[in-house]
């Protein structure tokens, strides 16, 4: 009974990351909005709802900063751990910000390269208050003991709500996990 359940909750979840997609593309480009199947959890259902909200409006309000993003990656490597001050300057001076003074967000906003790649997105107020209530600190103390079932059940809608704004920010490296996830599975039941 409880294998059922928790295939159920899987499922859940899965069509929750589907829908969510679905929302933003249609919030996106002003397409027919997206009803989600009356069989999701309301709490899930106002999560994703409030994440696509968040997500609709960082996309809607980008900010354009003139630097190269693919050619900095390109001059940097697993060294660069930002304590190497004659290093640091040599990588201010090849690639600058090309920002003059600070810029204060506080409202959903997505940073742009001179590319207009997304490099970053600013999500406030993501989560909702019931989500931010389940991130319990305890939970990272450990998946081993009497206490690993509560600790992957509480897990278990942050960690879907924050897959499926990755299937919405960054598609390739979702689809990437899921294959990796997929293949490591597959390798077990071997």
């Not at 309301?42 to 909200?53: E, P, S």
């Not at 609709?56 to 900010?63: H, S, T, V």
């Not at 490099?119 to 081993?144: C, E, F, G, M």
């Amino acid at each position: 009974m409880k294998v059922i359940s928790a295939r159920k909750s899987s499922t859940q979840y899965r069509r929750k990351k589907v829908c969510t997609e679905q929302k933003f593309n249609a919030e996106k480009t002003g397409g027919d909005p997206v009803i989600p199947s009356s069989n999701l959890d309301t709490d899930l259902v106002m999560a994703c709802d409030q994440l696509v909200d968040r997500l609709i409006k960082a996309y809607k309000n980008p900010i354009q900063m003139p630097i190269d993003i693919a050619r900095y990656s390109k001059l940097i490597s697993l060294k660069d751990t930002g304590h190497n001050e004659e290093r640091e300057k040599k990588l201010l001076e090849r690639c600058p910000p090309g920002h003059e003074g600070t810029k204060l967000v506080d409202i959903p906003t997505t940073i742009l390269d001179v590319s207009s790649a997304i490099i970053a997105w600013y999500l406030p107020d993501a989560l909702t208050d019931a989500t931010q209530n389940q991130l319990d600190p305890q939970v990272s103390a450990s998946l081993k003991g009497a206490s690993s079932k509560k600790i992957l059940k509480a897990i278990a809608r942050p960690a879907a709500i924050a897959t499926a704004a990755l299937r919405v920010m960054h598609p390739e490296q979702y689809w990437a996990g899921l294959q990796a996830s997929e293949k490591r599975h597959k390798a077990r039941n071997c």
